[in-house]
């Protein structure tokens, strides 16, 4: 696990002063003496890095103030001192000395990012009025930042004076000119372009952003559209939740929109040329319309929750009249009509106004991940779906309609039938479900013969749960009118025949294709290609990571992936009839038959590669290569199932085995591979050893683990360490490996099994080259690799495994996930846990931050910081350094704007929240505060694909 920087050079010029006189003290050592020559403040700053990191507070907080006034600082470095020792003072309940220590950074600021740091601050711990008091001072200060207001208004409403952060925010929409404001993306610019103090102005014109002032806030996105005001959102739905304010709301509407028409009405009656007296008409009409688009929308909103969805459209319609333009009105019209099944009425009115003012439209990651955006599937599905469940045909036709006018923004390209179909299967639809995601098959997946899109993995996911079904596109199922015609245009040239078994097959043989062709997304075929032809292609290689979050957009997604991926054959040999098997394998099948022909077309195509990389050529390899890979994993999985049963007695049964029915998914043979030198001496040794060769790492698993479980456990062991350079398969070599050395050790064979450790850990043979952004192959085959080591190895051995293989490299979520698997990490030595980079250690860890400008590695090491910092005083102080330090936290940190996103803060939120959790243990004074935590959390940020990993809890 190591951290990427990720970051520009500007930005990091920003922290280049901080950054070198932290390298300095990070390099010092705990016992080092200030010397003759030596630089005072580094020996400084090098005790008061070991007194924040490793001392008490007191010791701490008096290192603090001997050097946040030290005139010698610069940089980052005198704000770093004041946050940090504000943070001792607010623990310790000591607000004044906190703001006393504030002042300063405050009153030097000359722009609004000090107020924001500060009320950040203060609000994590509880004190909302003098964050309240900090931001005023701000806005006397600069009545013209909007970042300051929004604070303002937003620390009203966390408050509990609702009213009083409607009027402000109503004072926000007055004073922005911009067309349909606060439904603007947020501008995410500079902060060092921004406008000081002195001259700051409102932002009033968006063809000039770097006179803009950045966006700033405490709260993320609620809902799926763009706004300025995030907070607004939020104050709404908490009041739509209070019955006292859904009364009074109620109550006002009629008074609310009739001011509203009438301020309008003197805007059109006015006959005078005088600009300024229509400007302020206009700030009146707009403050009115406002109001009562915000009343309706809190009473709309109750009735939504209550299932009262005649009287909340009736209400959301009338308000309309009024604010004909306002996107959350027009988004809970949407929602009303929706429940009483008017899908017609709602596509041709709120929902194209919707298209038009706030960009609804669908992909699939909307629907495959967590977060905000995955709304607006909803919008767009839920009035067809309600129909469909009153009139099955009327809703199909919706449907249709739907997918073709909320596409992608450019109107050319249709929804994707795969996120229909995920949808549909969310919302308890299978069967209607399963026509679209079989669409998704033909036209992007496994069916076009064409290479997978991460994108489509889950679909594909999603029917091996679901099962086949019917195969023919034109049966009456089918919604679409002409039948075979697909929702979105084929692209990237001709696909592979696949080749297909009949539907009155077993189950799970018709699984296996679309298996096999998800085990072959997981592989590089760039890479593949190069290795037998010495040739480049295209294409892209998207690792492990797309299937790991895949898992999560299916009911029962994990389980399916590791049955599909991993225990499919053995399912295979345990419950389809020998018979259905054999056919399946026979020459004749269509499995056998669609195999043999694309493997002698791409063999032949390789040749030519070799020969002459033309365009063409090259782009044919391009297309072929993954689903070729995927035909011969789906064989290899047939196989898998016939050796399984077949269970050969010995080597020598196994290698009469394997000449008989190995050579169909020969790869190297198929493509006419050159033989490496060491391809010839390993092949050598094979021989001399009368070991057979092995082409697909899963067959050389089940061999192994076959002849283990007839006692042969050298035979095992010798067949793993001579086939070490097998080519083919997603079983990574650590697993088979250290699963050998277990099995040379049963055989008696210590040189062997220590050869094999070596092997495991040296990972000479790599069946993917992983990015560090990426899941790695291991973590995803973790599961069956337990399975395993249970089986055939102690405690200790799978212990031994995580330790070399898994937690090195494992970030906090995978640590999460591993220690889920793992019961027997919890009597394991807390040492265990430390085996990192070098950057594990705490300094090495504070350092990484400095260089990297980023808090990410501290994220990604916070689940291990966690179980080996007993007392959890040094995870404390780095919580601390991660949310005073404002640099980045979360993965979704974009370019560094000189201030850290919501979705930073929250995530730093989050990881204070995990260490209140755990010492809430044996405190209840950290569960009070991790209780307190979560409400302002809940109130402050929505479930997103990286909280909900790296805190499942948190959203449940």
Partial sequence: MRATPRFSFLFRRLFAVAACVAVLLCASSPSHRAEDGETPLAYELTRLRQAWLLG???????????????????????????YLRAWLALEQRDTQTALDVLETPLKAASDAREYVRAVRLLLLFGDEQSALALVRQGIARAPGSVALRRLEAGLLWLSGAHAEALDAYSHMVTRDARPNYPYVAPWRGRWQDAPPFATGQPPADAAQPAKVEPFADLFAPLHWYNTDLPGLDRCISEMAMDAKHVAAMTVDLATLAQAARSARERINNLRTGDAAEREQLEKAARAAEFKAACAARVVVRSHLAAARSEQAEKIARSALEVAPDDVALLDLHVQALAQQGRAEESRSGPMARLRSLANLWVYTTMVTQLGPQNEAPDRVFAGALALYRINPEAGRKQFQELMTVFGAPDRATPVRPAALGLWLYAKNEPELARVYLQEASRVEGFLSGRPMRPEVQPAELALIELGEGKDDASEP????????????????????????LDQNAHPLLRAAPRAGALSASLMDARGVVYRLSGAQIWGSYYGARPLWTSQRAIPN????????????????AAEVPAAELD???APGSALSQSLSQNLESFGESLMRLKGAQDLQTRNSVTQKAQPVLGLLEARAILLRARLQRDKPADLKALADWLKQHQSTIDLRKAARATSEEAYVLMDRERKQAAIPEVVHSGILLDAAVLLANAGLYAEAARLVWYNRDVPQGIQALEPLATLAAIFATR???????ARLKLLAASGLVQQQQVSQADKHPLVLELPYTLKLLRAHGSAADL???????VIPDADSEVMRWVANLCPELKDAPESLLLRNASEVSTFGIFEATINYASCAYVRDSWFKMLQVDGENTTTRRFAAWTLVSDLGVSRTSGRPAGLADAADVVMGWVMLLQLHEHDGQKSPAARAHAARLRRLLLRCASPTEELVSFHPELFR
């Fill in 56 to 82: 008490d507070d007191s010791a701490a907080a008096a290192r603090l103030d001997a050097l946040r006034n030290d005139n010698r600082l610069s940089g980052e470095l005198p704000r770093w001192a004041a």
């Fill in 477 to 500: 199922d089918d919604p679409r009118e002409g039948g075979g015609k697909p929702a979105v245009p084929e692209e990237g040239g001709e696909g592979v025949d696949v080749g297909r």
């Fill in 557 to 572: 997604g994990e389980r399916t992936l590791q049955n599909a991926l991993y225990e499919l054959p053995a399912r295979i």
């Fill in 583 to 585: 056919a399946a394998l």
């Fill in 747 to 753: 055989g008696k064979d210590e040189m062997l099994a």
């Fill in 799 to 805: 212990l031994a495994y995580l330790e070399l293989h």
